[in-house]
């Protein structure tokens, strides 16, 4: 948008989603030893870009802003990374009446969701004649055994079901602020998210994967040192 325009090229946004600072795989690779710790220094890596390199992070504000706050205060991480997250991530609600999305989007969203619905609908459906099936060979068995059997098949149907419906979807208005602001600023979207990673290639929105984040404000950083 023209108000961002007349700054300098250099500089670089991005905007967050929770699981930018709490993915596990982020943990992982950078050898972080819990949730509190991994939030911790990535703000400060998030901290030092900003000193160093005018690299400014965006959080949706309330909605992903309130969904990292409820982990901070879920695991007990400390005023410290409250502390943090307040001064490093610069909050901010996405103008959702005026961002501009391409009608396109909408119809390729549509029928994206309802090839997922259809999936979740066949996903039923075989449980269901997968339970009729079972039920008859459990006749003259005891409650608890029939709960067990039956258990197992909807145990079953709930991760094909997540599977097949979830994966690749927005399903929150975090999910959707986090969209509608990058493409507000103008920005780079950090996450772990399918969804918003789907969608925000679909709207032409650089993405960055939350476990590279780290890594790549490090080889910055190191860049300048050089």
């Given at each position: 948008m023209q108000k961002y325009r007349g700054e300098s090229e250099l500089k670089q946004r991005f905007v967050v989603d929770t699981t930018?600072?709490?993915d596990v795989e982020i943990r992982k690779l950078e050898g972080y030893e819990s949730l509190c710790s991994s939030m911790s220094q990535i703000l400060d890596l998030i901290a030092e870009a900003r000193l160093k390199l005018e690299i400014s992070c965006y959080v949706p504000y309330p909605t992903?802003?309130?969904?990292?706050?409820?982990?901070?205060?879920?695991?007990e991480c400390g005023n410290e990374v409250a502390v943090k997250i307040d001064t490093w991530l610069v909050k901010?609600?996405?103008n959702r009446y005026e961002v501009t999305v391409p009608a396109a989007i909408f119809f390729d969203y549509i029928d994206y969701m309802r090839e997922k619905i259809n999936k979740g609908r066949r996903v039923a459906e075989e449980a269901m004649w997968e339970v009729s099936v079972v039920t008859q060979k459990l006749k003259g068995k005891n409650k608890l055994e029939i709960q067990e059997d039956v258990g197992k098949i909807i145990g079953k149907f709930r991760e094909k079901y997540r599977a097949s419906l979830r994966h690749g979807i927005l399903d929150s208005a975090p999910d959707i602020d986090v969209l509608l602001l990058a493409k507000e600023l103008e920005a780079?979207?950090?996450?772990?998210?399918?969804g918003i990673k789907k969608w925000a290639e679909k709207m032409g929105l650089r993405y960055v994967e939350a476990s590279k984040f780290p890594r790549m404000i490090k080889e910055y950083l190191k860049k300048l040192g050089e």
């Open positions: 930018a600072l709490t992903v802003y309130t969904e990292i706050m409820d982990f901070v205060k879920r695991y901010k609600t996405p780079g979207v950090v996450s772990s998210d399918l």
